[in-house]
């Protein structure tokens, strides 16, 4: 009843969203300030951790991990700087946007690079001659391609599908197989003195896989096996239940399924993310089944229908794309559902005859 109820508020005020989102934007900026502000101060006074800018992934607060951040910051990064003139915006507002720029990098995540990365590609390669500040928007794609090496958790996550470490640590990486390959013919090596020469970030990535597994230089991301489990689950669910599971059940589907499709050694792989999918992709497949194509096609032909505007297409396609096939953690989070229902009517008016 309350999903029906929240739909039908957005369905009511869509266009008052649409219309007013700028300063939805400027008050989520200072509510975000605030409360990270006030968490930080009632974290000093009770001894616990300190985050001026917060560490979700640490503490748990505000948001429960760092990727739940991410599902709205392509709305600020992607759109607002692009929409928005920094230069003629007051101080406050200036700062605002520092501090949450700040702050997301300090809560880097696959789901934050990957997110604005691809999304931002994709918008460029399919509208660039209506992209009005391009060098705005490609230093952009450039800033945020390079951070990845600087997240380590999204260059295992790369590392496990294209097996791409021997090429940015190569050195690191043959040094250790080296050492690998010395313990094995000689007894008397000492593995701690040989451990000392090399960074303690390379030794813990790619040391300990490549003496205990097969495939040295392989590793394995929790998060990434997660996503493949339930991945095969939504596909294995579309295969038997065509029209899906209906709204709010993928925990019934994952329940059923999850024994006949999960094949990894990953600890945590076959309970988490149980009702949420890992991302929406795979939730709408269970519930809706075939049904939820047509919004999935929609997304995609968002980036070529000439008569969206430019601007419509920065506030949506970032969300949806990113919260669809990257992370997401359902409909009624991160706006999805918001944005997606003000997609639809933008399609219903064009429909109609009225340009968006």
């Known amino acids: 009843f309350l999903s029906i109820f929240y739909i039908l508020i957005i369905i009511f005020y869509r266009d008052f969203i649409l219309k007013n989102i700028l300063k939805f934007i400027n008050l ?39 990727s739940h951040l991410a599902f709205i910051s392509p709305l600020i990064i992607i759109y607002y700087l692009n929409t928005v003139e920094i230069k003629k915006l007051n101080l406050i507002y200036k700062f605002l946007i520092l501090f949450f720029f700040i702050s997301i990098l300090n809560n ?22 209506f992209i009005t500040n391009k060098k705005k928007f490609i230093l952009v794609i450039v800033f945020f391609t390079l951070l990845i090496p600087f997240d380590r958790n999204t260059v295992v996550k790369i590392d496990q599908f294209y097996d791409i470490s021997r090429v940015i640590n190569n050195k690191y990486v043959s040094d250790v197989i080296k050492i690998a390959d010395e313990i094995k013919i000689a007894d008397e090596i000492n593995l701690a003195s040989k451990i000392k020469k090399f960074e303690r970030k390379i ?113 949506i396609f970032p969300i949806l794309f990113t919260q669809t096939f990257i992370r997401g953690s359902g409909f009624f989070n991160g706006g999805y559902i918001v944005f997606l229902i003000i997609l639809i009517s933008i399609y219903l008016k064009i429909f109609k005859g009225v340009k968006k």
């Open 28 to 66: 989520f900026l200072i509510f975000y300030f605030v409360l990270i502000f006030i968490n930080s101060f009632l974290n000093y006074y009770n001894g616990e951790i300190i985050c001026l800018f917060g560490c979700f992934s640490k503490n748990r607060e505000i948001f429960k991990e760092a």
């Open 108 to 129: 880097l995540s696959t789901t934050l690079l990957g997110g604005i990365i691809i999304s931002s590609i994709l918008i460029l390669i399919t509208n660039y001659k």
């Open 203 to 315: 030794i813990k990535n790619f040391e300990r896989k490549i003496i205990k597994n097969d495939n040295p230089g392989k590793l394995k991301n929790l998060s990434i096996e997660t996503l493949i489990t339930n991945t095969k689950l939504a596909i294995y669910s579309l295969k038997n239940d065509y029209i899906g599971w209906g709204i709010h059940n993928y925990k019934y589907a994952h329940q059923a399924y999850i024994s006949k499709v999960h094949t990894s050694n990953i600890e945590g792989t076959m309970w988490l993310n149980s009702q949420d999918g890992a991302n929406n992709f795979n939730k709408g497949i269970v519930e809706f089944g075939f049904i939820f194509f047509v919004p999935i096609l929609m997304i995609i032909f968002l980036l070529f229908d000439r008569k969206i505007s430019i601007n419509n297409k920065l506030l």
